[in-house]
């Protein structure tokens, strides 16, 4: 692991040691999982896997000037998002989120206090999820944050939730209210300054862990995913993956305001960090599970080019897939 250089004062991160010195005391406070042998410390971490159990790992970057910005974003947010990404994808699997890895590049220009304000919020989000930092690396960048998640979780054998189970004439639902950090994010752009207390669906969106346990359990779920792309994108993927089509009804989306602009956050925005699934018609799905509301909001149909479709006061036009996609022209 290389070593950060320069000399240390308030205003710059700590050297790398310091560093580490600071996120293993702050990450220890409180009681490691049981599945967490050896954590922070050694050259890597020692987990159990549960007997009957299978290992879920997800990874996911946080970039400065791509999934954030320093002068919109304060580093509370940054480091809930961060590890949020990653609890996210747990929680679309079915799955109990075990232990993460947090990995780290900070320019040289960087305060200090931005890092401990990013890791304070990123650890109590953590233990409100009892998953244990259990180590990860530092390193110094040459321009912009750049933070690593990599969140391990467990599921019992043969029942992860995966985006290929979706059949024709399932039904599709999604939990929460879409569209709310797109709106958020619309506003930025346009220039506006937002508190942050005043769009937590934004600045501090919450993985639905519980809902998505809670399906797994029930075996209610035939196909999930996070919405973390958009639902135009992510329904694609469910549809690419168990090759069928899918209908989707405009007027049923929980949309954040019934507007042009409103539906096409709700069908294009992205970062909602909320749970989108399909299950069989023959299943009862509660409206609200964990205290998260669950709407129905289509049907899943045969089509052997994964098509999908959007319809209103029974007018059907094509839904392409519109989200957000790396590397896109």
Not at 34 to 54: M, N, Q, W, Y
Not at 188 to 212: C, D, T, W
Request: charged content about 25%.
């Amino acid at each position: 692991m290389p070593r950060l250089s320069g000399v240390y004062c308030c205003c710059l991160p700590r050297a790398e040691r310091q560093l580490i010195t600071t996120i293993r005391s702050q990450a220890g406070r409180f009681r490691a999982a049981r599945e967490l042998t050896v954590g922070i410390g050694d050259d890597a971490a020692v987990l159990g896997v549960v007997p009957g159990s299978k290992l879920l790992v997800t990874t996911d970057f946080s970039l400065e000037g791509v999934h954030f910005r320093r002068d919109w974003h304060p580093p509370e947010s940054v480091g809930h998002r961060c590890l949020t990404r990653g609890l996210s994808d747990i929680a679309a699997m079915g799955g109990i989120p075990v232990a993460a890895f947090l990995s780290l590049a900070l320019p040289e220009d960087l305060p200090q206090n931005w890092v401990d304000r990013f890791l304070k919020r990123f650890l109590s989000l953590a233990r409100r999820f009892s998953v244990p930092l259990a180590g990860g690396d530092t390193a110094q960048s040459p321009s912009g944050v750049l933070a690593d998640i990599v969140v391990l979780g467990s599921v019992p054998k043969g029942k992860a939730i995966l985006r290929s189970g979706a059949r024709a004439g399932d039904r599709i639902y999604v939990t929460g209210r879409l569209g709310l950090s797109a709106a958020a994010l619309n506003r930025l752009r346009n220039g506006q300054k937002l508190r942050p207390q005043s769009y937590p669906e934004h600045f501090f969106p919450m993985a639905r862990i519980a809902v998505g346990r809670y399906l797994q359990e029930r075996q209610l779920a035939s196909a999930m995913i996070d919405l973390s792309d958009g639902l135009s994108t992510d329904l694609s993927h469910i549809c690419e993956e168990s090759r069928v089509g899918a209908l989707v009804n405009a007027d049923d989306l929980p949309v954040v305001e019934y507007s042009k602009a409103g539906l096409a956050f709700a069908l294009h925005g992205g970062e909602d960090y909320e749970l989108l699934f399909t299950a069989s018609p023959r299943k009862r799905v509660p409206r609200k599970i964990a205290g998260v509301a669950v709407t129905r909001i289509g049907e899943i149909v045969a089509s052997r080019h994964a098509r999908m479709w959007i319809e209103s006061e029974g007018y059907r036009v094509p839904l392409k897939p519109a989200g957000w996609e790396h590397f896109r022209t």
